[in-house]
């Protein structure tokens, strides 16, 4: 049985947390608005003060902060990095740039090891255990978090630290340009009198396959403002990136940026078009 902390219980943390309480292991949550974890201290989880306290004698650390809160979560007052023992290995699960992920690696104490693991899939797949999870860091490392990751998802080995956080931004790239040509598809259909439902059949069934199963799959949970923050991120190193920038122009645009991805393609969006 595996001591585990999950620092976060957001959106993606609860149901993360779930799932590894529901493979037996022991699971210690921490969460900035305490609220949050409370149902899953009646799932059997240990809620901490701290993340300190949370990280206390842990095998491994998830993280799913995002980049401007991992300062906190791990260097702060009574930050996790205070207290983790040497054989524990952090496990960021967010999307931050690679240049944040090997910075971080660099300041965690000795003998601690750092995987960064952001996942593909939302609050659906975190439930049944279907993320695709990519791993970054050394191969003994991702061997040692296996059993652990396993339980979430499956998992691809990418590289070295900040290879998974590389990847996952090519992979974002690819969703959030394919859900804006989809916007584009749409508008056009709506110009020319073409019937929404068969617009969606259609394009179903050529390119932009993906990008309908997307839009219009239940459970989804990808909010507008974090896929424009992951299209910043790839557009942070001089790169020629004319249709990514067109998708971030439009995410940014979006009036509601909570709300999932998806409502970029939604009936009331195209209304506007």
């Known amino acids: 049985m595996k001591i585990i902390a999950v620092l976060g219980t957001g959106h993606m943390g609860t149901p993360i947390a779930r799932r590894l309480l529901a493979g037996g292991n022991r699971v210690r949550v921490w969460n900035r608005s305490p609220e949050r974890s409370e149902p899953?201290?009646?799932?059997?989880?240990?809620?901490?003060?701290?993340?300190?306290?949370?990280?206390?004698?842990?095998?491994?650390?998830?993280?799913?902060?995002?980049?401007?809160?991992?300062?906190?979560?791990?260097?702060?007052?009574?930050?996790?990095?205070?207290?983790?023992?040497?054989?524990?290995?952090?496990?960021?699960?967010?999307?931050?740039?690679?240049?944040?992920?090997?910075?971080v690696a660099g300041r965690l104490p000795t003998g601690v090891s750092l995987l960064d693991a952001p996942v593909g899939?939302?609050?659906?797949?975190?439930?049944?255990?279907?993320?695709?999870?990519?791993?970054?860091?050394?191969?003994?490392?991702?061997?040692?978090?296996?059993?652990?990751?396993?339980q979430l998802g499956s998992v691809r080995h990418c590289g070295p630290i900040g290879a998974a956080a590389a990847v996952k931004l090519v992979a974002n790239t690819g969703l959030v340009t394919a859900v804006a040509a989809l916007h584009d598809a749409l508008a056009v259909a709506a110009a020319l009198g073409v019937d929404r439902q068969t617009a969606l059949d259609v394009l179903g069934r050529g390119a932009l396959a993906g990008a309908v199963g997307r839009a219009t799959a239940p459970g989804a949970s990808f909010a507008v403002a974090l896929a424009?923050?992951?299209?910043?991120l790839a557009l942070r190193r001089p790169v020629p990136a004319p249709v990514l920038e067109?998708?971030?122009?439009?995410?940014?645009?979006?009036?509601?940026?909570?709300?999932?991805?998806?409502?970029?393609?939604?009936?009331?969006?195209?209304?506007?078009?």
């Open 40 to 103: 899953l201290a009646a799932a059997g989880a240990t809620v901490a003060a701290s993340p300190s306290a949370a990280v206390d004698g842990a095998d491994v650390v998830v993280m799913l902060a995002d980049a401007g809160a991992v300062e906190t979560v791990l260097f702060g007052p009574d930050g996790a990095a205070t207290a983790l023992r040497p054989g524990t290995v952090v496990v960021q699960m967010s999307t931050i740039g690679p240049d944040e992920v090997r910075a």
């Open 121 to 150: 899939g939302s609050v659906d797949a975190a439930r049944a255990g279907t993320l695709a999870i990519f791993a970054g860091g050394p191969a003994d490392v991702v061997e040692r978090a296996a059993p652990v990751l396993e």
């Open 228 to 232: 424009a923050k992951d299209a910043r």
């Open 246 to 273: 067109a998708a971030l122009d439009l995410m940014q645009a979006a009036p509601d940026q909570d709300a999932d991805l998806s409502s970029l393609v939604s009936a009331d969006s195209a209304k506007g078009c």
